[in-house]
């Protein structure tokens, strides 16, 4: 899906570089309104900046009186008003002046309205400008495909807008007819060379396409009508001259080309050369190339398949005769597929034409490898959505998210190439034209600062879990280790249900965030305690409600990472202590503190530090038939305390009307006070036992006293629960709590709550 007009680009590309900026301006008979940054676009952490430009060629100074008001294009309110600004404009000069809307904050397209009056005339100018989430390193499995290779001079407006994306992968071509040019002299333009290195400084890593045909080989039959590109070599001649310019591709840009991709769609006739080349040609070239490359770049990964969408029949059948030709699988290091959907529904919703989703195609790509025994990385090299005829940029950028977002959760898939970056025509009717996320004149589509926001939020982050109810709501759980955070990306199936309600709750009654679903409602239940961050396909922050609305396109809910609950088993006196979920790098603390000895010493202290896999250990010796408590403390979690001996493990909360309580003074005359024991037992007896809960006052008094039976489940867990309403503070010096079987001896050392 290469179409492009360099006529057309050449003409764009001229009325950009003729601008006085290296940005988008706006002009009229009053100067000029400019901005410094490429496309206008700018991160979280820059303020939007722009300069009023305009000459006094008078021997007298004259006032300027201006008046800025920034609209959020997608919403259409006003979201910054500069009031009414003068300045006085010296004689016979060049006069310049900032304009820095605050939108601290804020995501997405703006429109900027400048009223300018000067020498007695009014001009109004107007510019957009995009804000998007900052993108401190770049996000190594996302990358764009570019067609930068045919457009002079776009370096560096290239290489500024790929960063600004936070995807770390650039996907380009570099053709034989260029690179050999005259039989068997090898030379890479200049420019190709700047376009290279000018990724490479910016940090990108680039995927070379290595095509199309060379005429010094090979050239079109005569009966051949669709000519787009040389025809893909298939005579043992062609095909070794072709990996001649592999091999010199791959020495020459060793360093600064990672990846090599073997042609691109040969199983169209488009690609092929006028002809739908067949799975046993195309394994000539792959094996001839992939020998070619590793003999003087053993490092580069070399990535073969490349076919188009396998909704099409000849795809299906070609990719699968492909992946079972006797070895294949030694010629490649991953296998490259372009799974698009249709223009109607989004990646992961059922359509007429099953194989039209991106589900479907991965899963059936899958399957060819597994009948074949392949195991091997899926590189999706092309994928991506046209707004064409109506069709959106908000449908665009559901569409990218949502795929980007399925295609994170596939351990197989290794690389996702959005395609493309930058429009490659202007026809609003044309679909090829309209698959960029940034327009020919360099402005930015919805879906450009979507795919920024996913890269921030979610380049860290491992897939946990998926959640799909009645294909009504889908959710999706990532954990970022690294930076201490729990994920949620959610949206609602268009085919079912469309629109819904999210709704956020918290409590102090779950060690889990859990969700559930009913109505039209999709309901989370958070911890008391966590700072919930509700956020919009682009970056906003919703204002905290009760209830969302939650429809086609994603939301995200972000909340601190909690740690799981450790695991502990016994073997003796030996004591085993192992955890995960902790934020990596940080340090995890343990104090075990023995109840029953005199003085309570503490039996075992020590720090660990969080592997790169959010994990901990620790083993220390008890003795077996002591009372001791366990301390864990980590992250931003608090401290957690177990009580344990060599038949039970139970575990103690407060609540103070429906809040954590951690101590006595939180207590106020008049609250309810809840206390919970959760048990786990060892043995698979059913002891009678007991849950009393004292509230003691002054001099020690006993103000109240609550019981609570212990009943097990299936699972030998217990919960007791009892509850207090205090009349009198005076009544809360002390909470003392106490486990007893029916012989009235202890189970569990006295818990305390004090001030």
């Known amino acids: 899906?290469?179409?492009?007009?360099?006529?057309?680009?050449?003409?764009?590309?001229?009325?950009?570089?003729?601008?006085?900026?290296?940005?988008?301006?706006?002009?009229?008979?009053?100067?000029?309104?400019?901005?410094?940054?490429?496309?206008?676009?700018?991160?979280?952490?820059?303020?939007?900046?722009?300069?009023?430009?305009?000459?006094?060629?008078?021997?007298?100074?004259?006032?300027?009186?201006?008046?800025?008001?920034?609209?959020?294009?997608?919403?259409?309110?006003?979201?910054?008003?500069?009031?009414?600004?003068?300045?006085?404009?010296?004689?016979?000069?060049?006069?310049?002046?900032?304009?820095?809307?605050?939108?601290?904050?804020?995501?997405?397209?703006?429109?900027?309205?400048?009223?300018?009056?000067?020498?007695?005339?009014?001009?109004?100018?107007?510019?957009?400008?995009?804000?998007?989430?900052?993108?401190?390193?770049?996000?190594?499995?996302?990358?764009?495909?570019?067609?930068?290779?045919?457009?002079?001079?776009?370096?560096?407006?290239?290489?500024?807008?790929?960063?600004?994306?936070?995807?770390?992968?650039?996907?380009?071509?570099?053709?034989?007819?260029?690179?050999?040019a005259e039989k068997g002299v090898y030379e890479v333009p200049q420019y190709y060379e700047n376009f290279v290195n000018s990724f490479c400084e910016n940090g990108n890593d680039i995927l070379l396409i290595l095509c199309y045909g060379n005429e010094l080989y090979e050239s079109w039959d005569e009966d051949v009508e669709n000519r787009y590109v040389l025809p893909m070599p298939v005579t043992d001649d062609g095909i070794q001259a072709y990996a001649k310019y592999c091999r010199f591709m791959a020495e020459h840009f060793k360093g600064r080309v990672k990846a090599f991709e073997i042609w691109n769609e040969p199983e169209t006739e488009t690609f092929g050369g006028g002809k739908e080349r067949t799975a046993e040609e195309y394994s000539k070239l792959v094996k001839a190339a992939y020998s070619a490359i590793k003999s003087v770049n053993a490092e580069a990964t070399v990535i073969a398949g490349v076919t188009a969408p396998l909704s099409g029949s000849g795809s299906r059948k070609f990719l699968g005769?492909?992946?079972?030709?006797?070895?294949?699988?030694?010629?490649?290091?991953?296998?490259?597929?372009?799974?698009?959907?249709?223009?109607?529904?989004?990646?992961?919703?059922?359509?007429?034409?099953?194989?039209?989703?991106?589900?479907?195609?991965?899963?059936?790509?899958?399957?060819?490898?597994?009948?074949?025994?392949?195991?091997?990385?899926?590189?999706?090299?092309?994928?991506?959505?046209?707004?064409?005829?109506?069709?959106?940029?908000?449908?665009?950028?559901?569409?990218?998210?949502?795929?980007?977002?399925?295609?994170?959760?596939?351990?197989?898939?290794?690389?996702?190439?959005?395609?493309?970056?930058?429009?490659?025509?202007?026809?609003?009717?044309?679909?090829?034209?309209?698959?960029g996320v940034v327009n020919r004149d360099m402005s930015i589509k919805r879906g450009y600062a979507a795919v920024a926001n996913m890269n921030n939020i979610l380049k860290d982050a491992k897939f946990s879990n998926k959640y799909i109810e009645n294909k009504n709501h889908t959710y999706y759980h990532f954990e970022d280790r690294k930076n201490g955070k729990d994920i949620y990306v959610l949206w609602t199936n268009k085919r079912y249900n469309g629109q819904a309600s999210l709704k956020l709750e918290k409590s102090n009654l779950i060690p889990d965030t859990a969700v559930s679903s009913k109505n039209g409602v999709v309901t989370f239940t958070v911890p008391e305690e966590y700072d919930v961050q509700v956020s919009d396909i682009i970056g906003n922050t919703l204002t905290q409600s009760d209830k969302y609305n939650l429809s086609e396109e994603p939301l995200y809910i972000i909340l601190p990472l909690r740690m799981a609950e450790p695991d502990i088993s016994f073997e003796g006196k030996s004591v085993k202590v192992s955890g995960s979920n902790a934020e990596v790098g940080s340090y995890?603390?343990?104090?075990?503190?023995?109840?029953?000895?005199?003085?309570?010493?503490?039996?075992?202290?020590?720090?660990?530090?969080?592997?790169?896999?959010?994990?901990?250990?620790?083993?220390?010796?008890?003795?077996?038939?002591?009372?001791?408590?366990?301390?864990?403390?980590?992250?931003?979690?608090?401290?957690?305390?177990?009580?344990?001996?060599?038949?039970?493990?139970?575990?103690i909360s407060y609540l103070v009307n429906g809040k954590r309580c951690e101590n006595v003074s939180q207590i106020k005359a008049g609250d309810t006070l809840k206390i919970t024991l959760n048990m786990e037992k060892k043995k698979k007896d059913n002891p009678n036992l007991t849950f009393y809960a004292g509230v003691y006052g002054n001099e020690n008094i006993l103000a109240k006293l609550n019981t609570s039976d212990i009943k097990w489940n299936e699972d030998n867990t217990a919960e007791a629960s009892v509850e207090f309403v205090l009349e009198?503070?005076?009544?809360?010096?002390?909470?003392?709590?106490?486990?007893?079987?029916?012989?009235?001896?202890?189970?569990?050392?006295?818990i305390n709550l004090k001030n």
């Open 1 to 180: 899906m290469k179409i492009l007009s360099k006529i057309a680009c050449i003409m764009i590309l001229t009325l950009i570089v003729c601008m006085p900026t290296d940005g988008l301006a706006s002009w009229a008979d009053i100067g000029y309104i400019t901005s410094s940054h490429i496309g206008n676009i700018y991160t979280r952490d820059e303020l939007p900046h722009f300069r009023i430009e305009l000459e006094n060629t008078e021997d007298v100074a004259k006032q300027l009186t201006a008046s800025c008001v920034v609209t959020d294009l997608e919403t259409g309110l006003f979201v910054w008003d500069s009031g009414t600004i003068t300045d006085t404009v010296p004689e016979k000069t060049m006069f310049v002046k900032g304009i820095q809307p605050n939108l601290e904050g804020k995501f997405g397209n703006f429109k900027m309205e400048t009223i300018l009056t000067f020498d007695g005339k009014t001009d109004t100018h107007v510019m957009n400008f995009t804000i998007v989430q900052s993108n401190e390193h770049l996000a190594d499995n996302m990358g764009y495909s570019c067609h930068f290779s045919d457009l002079d001079d776009f370096e560096k407006g290239g290489t500024e807008i790929m960063k600004k994306s936070g995807s770390a992968w650039v996907r380009d071509e570099i053709k034989w007819e260029i690179v050999e």
């Open 321 to 435: 005769e492909f992946l079972s030709i006797d070895g294949i699988e030694n010629y490649m290091d991953a296998i490259s597929v372009h799974p698009y959907g249709g223009d109607a529904y989004y990646a992961d919703e059922d359509d007429f034409n099953y194989f039209r989703t991106f589900e479907s195609q991965i899963s059936l790509v899958k399957g060819y490898m597994t009948s074949n025994n392949i195991s091997k990385p899926i590189w999706v090299t092309e994928v991506g959505d046209s707004t064409y005829s109506g069709h959106s940029e908000e449908e665009q950028a559901t569409e990218l998210i949502r795929t980007s977002v399925m295609a994170k959760s596939d351990p197989v898939i290794e690389k996702v190439f959005i395609y493309n970056l930058i429009e490659t025509g202007t026809d609003p009717d044309d679909r090829e034209s309209n698959f």
């Open 588 to 651: 995890v603390t343990i104090k075990v503190v023995n109840e029953i000895a005199m003085g309570k010493p503490i039996q075992y202290i020590d720090q660990a530090v969080v592997d790169k896999n959010g994990k901990y250990n620790f083993e220390f010796d008890a003795g077996e038939n002591e009372f001791y408590s366990i301390y864990i403390f980590g992250g931003r979690n608090k401290i957690t305390k177990y009580n344990e001996n060599s038949a039970y493990k139970t575990y």
């Open 728 to 750: 009198s503070e005076k009544q809360a010096n002390n909470i003392r709590c106490f486990l007893w079987n029916e012989r009235l001896m202890p189970i569990m050392p006295t």
